[in-house]
């Protein structure tokens, strides 16, 4: 897989473009608190660019049938480093902070909407390019980088701000966008592309397609709750709940904050590392690794809610991520081999959809019970949410997804059709 040259541009660039994501948007938030002193307006950029990337996805099936995945990624990129860099030279004619603060405001929103279709664009472009029997190491492989950029973008991006200033560093996001985009050029399928429909649709037949593939297909139902279960879950590690829990339960400051941030990131890469030295064996047994990857977080999230001792909460915080990548890539995995290719863009754009407004609600719900019920309750419920989990996981029957000598249309789900 890695002597696959288009896999690797394909990883390289959304490595690039993912570090150059976390770097701009911390920028901006920087730059806009410093300028109004306001964490609620430093906010409004997280909030702005889930609310983007939902409307992107209820939209992007429009443009799906009618693009190569590859054409929707470079247009897409392309179209968020020119705004970017648009962004910068207006802003640095600006004078008014209330005026920076609404362009950028609204070029974040723009360019989210552009970003909404990277992701599933690329989870669907995967399959095209790898052989199903190296699916779950192609996912490892990315969902590791994913998670090693964020940690290097958050972790090293202050530093870069504090010594180059943050408009310096927006270029440097331009530069890295710009890479990213010219190396989706280079990208070649090496199997015929999924011919693109050529029948007149009405628009709400392609919007409700990919959500109807999931509905009919029993496999990737009760995988698409489990996924919306588990992501209330982990809305725990996105807001100040962590903080609280840090300063409440742990007794720390927000040094053990960072720590605990870092410990969870770690450990994410190091279960991608795992998944990717275990890969034949997550292979055969795809449902029975979902179990354990829920159950495992259940467990560690119950222990870590009981501890009140901070180096067992880095150590409790380390081992979930093996646990979540084990998960996130079983399930990951079962989509692009239940779903046909053609319908596979969509599915993993609905999915996607239902991701983030799943995710922007439980960020305010876990919120909402930590006000009312402590903190502690948070991670109490989160352990319930993924025992629910592991039990869906349990009752999926037991099947071995990606076959070395399947046909390439066995077993997939479309509209019109079932999964066994």
């Given at each position: 897989?890695?002597?696959?040259?288009?896999?690797?541009?394909?990883w390289i660039g959304q490595s690039l473009a993912n570090l150059s994501d976390s770097l701009y948007i911390l920028s901006l938030i920087t730059l806009i608190y410093q300028s109004s002193g306001s964490v609620t307006?430093?906010?409004?950029?997280?909030?702005?660019?889930?609310?983007?990337?939902?409307?992107?996805?209820?939209?992007?099936?429009?443009?799906?049938?009618?693009?190569?995945?590859?054409?929707?990624?470079?247009?897409?990129?392309?179209?968020?480093?020119?705004?970017?860099?648009?962004?910068?030279?207006?802003?640095?004619?600006?004078?008014?902070?209330?005026?920076?603060?609404?362009?950028?405001?609204?070029?974040?929103?723009?360019?989210?909407?552009?970003?909404?279709?990277?992701?599933?664009?690329?989870?669907?472009?995967?399959?095209?390019?790898?052989?199903?029997?190296?699916?779950?190491?192609?996912?490892?492989?990315?969902?590791?980088?994913?998670?090693?950029?964020?940690?290097?973008?958050?972790?090293?991006?202050?530093?870069?701000?504090?010594?180059?200033?943050?408009?310096?560093?927006?270029?440097?996001?331009?530069?890295?966008?710009?890479?990213?985009?010219?190396?989706?050029?280079?990208?070649?399928?090496?199997?015929?592309?999924?011919?693109?429909?050529?029948?007149?649709?009405?628009?709400?037949?392609?919007?409700?397609?990919?959500?109807?593939?999931?509905?009919?297909?029993?496999?990737?139902?009760?995988?698409?709750?489990?996924?919306?279960?588990?992501?209330?879950?982990?809305?725990?590690?996105?807001?100040?709940?962590?903080?609280?829990?840090?300063?409440?339960?742990?007794?720390?400051?927000?040094?053990?904050?960072?720590?605990?941030?870092?410990?969870?990131?770690?450990?994410?890469?190091?279960?991608?590392?795992?998944?990717?030295?275990?890969?034949?064996?997550?292979?055969?047994?795809?449902?029975?690794?979902?179990?354990?990857?829920?159950?495992?977080?259940?467990?560690?999230?119950?222990?870590?809610?009981?501890?009140?001792i901070p180096l067992v909460a880095l150590l409790l915080t380390l081992f979930m991520g093996p646990a979540y990548q084990l998960r996130g890539i079983a399930q990951k995995t079962i989509f692009q081999t239940k779903?046909?290719?053609?319908?596979?863009?969509?599915?993993?754009?609905?999915?996607?959809?239902?991701?983030?407004?799943?995710?922007?609600?439980?960020?305010?719900?876990?919120?909402?019970?930590?006000?009312?019920?402590?903190?502690?309750?948070?991670?109490?419920?989160?352990?319930?949410?993924?025992?629910?989990?592991?039990?869906?996981?349990?009752?999926?029957?037991?099947?071995?997804?990606?076959?070395?000598?399947?046909?390439?249309?066995?077993?997939?789900?479309?509209?019109?059709?079932?999964?066994?």
């Open positions: 897989m890695l002597k696959n040259i288009s896999f690797q541009l394909l307006l430093a906010a409004l950029f997280t909030v702005l660019q889930v609310s983007g990337q939902s409307i992107s996805g209820l939209l992007a099936p429009l443009i799906i049938d009618r693009y190569r995945l590859q054409v929707i990624l470079i247009i897409s990129q392309a179209s968020q480093t020119i705004l970017l860099a648009t962004m910068i030279i207006i802003s640095l004619s600006l004078s008014s902070e209330t005026l920076l603060m609404i362009v950028s405001l609204l070029f974040v929103f723009t360019i989210s909407i552009l970003d909404g279709c990277t992701t599933p664009s690329r989870n669907a472009l995967v399959p095209r390019l790898v052989q199903k029997q190296q699916l779950v190491k192609a996912n490892s492989l990315l969902a590791t980088s994913d998670q090693m950029v964020r940690l290097i973008g958050w972790s090293l991006g202050g530093i870069l701000i504090a010594s180059m200033g943050e408009i310096n560093v927006l270029w440097v996001t331009v530069g890295m966008f710009t890479i990213s985009t010219v190396s989706l050029l280079f990208i070649k399928e090496p199997v015929k592309p999924v011919q693109l429909k050529k029948e007149t649709k009405k628009k709400w037949d392609h919007i409700k397609e990919g959500w109807v593939t999931i509905w009919q297909s029993p496999v990737l139902r009760r995988v698409s709750l489990m996924e919306m279960i588990e992501i209330c879950g982990r809305s725990i590690w996105a807001g100040a709940i962590v903080l609280v829990f840090v300063e409440e339960v742990l007794n720390k400051g927000e040094v053990w904050w960072g720590f605990i941030n870092s410990s969870y990131f770690a450990g994410t890469i190091i279960g991608g590392m795992l998944v990717w030295l275990f890969s034949k064996w997550v292979n055969r047994q795809i449902f029975r690794s979902m179990f354990f990857g829920s159950l495992g977080v259940c467990v560690f999230t119950l222990f870590f809610a009981f501890n009140t779903v046909r290719p053609d319908l596979l863009p969509k599915v993993f754009t609905s999915q996607n959809t239902l991701v983030n407004l799943t995710f922007g609600s439980s960020i305010l719900l876990m919120g909402f019970i930590s006000d009312v019920l402590g903190v502690r309750m948070v991670y109490f419920v989160t352990a319930s949410l993924f025992a629910a989990s592991a039990l869906l996981a349990l009752t999926m029957k037991q099947e071995r997804v990606t076959e070395e000598h399947s046909s390439p249309s066995e077993n997939q789900v479309g509209e019109g059709g079932r999964s066994s």
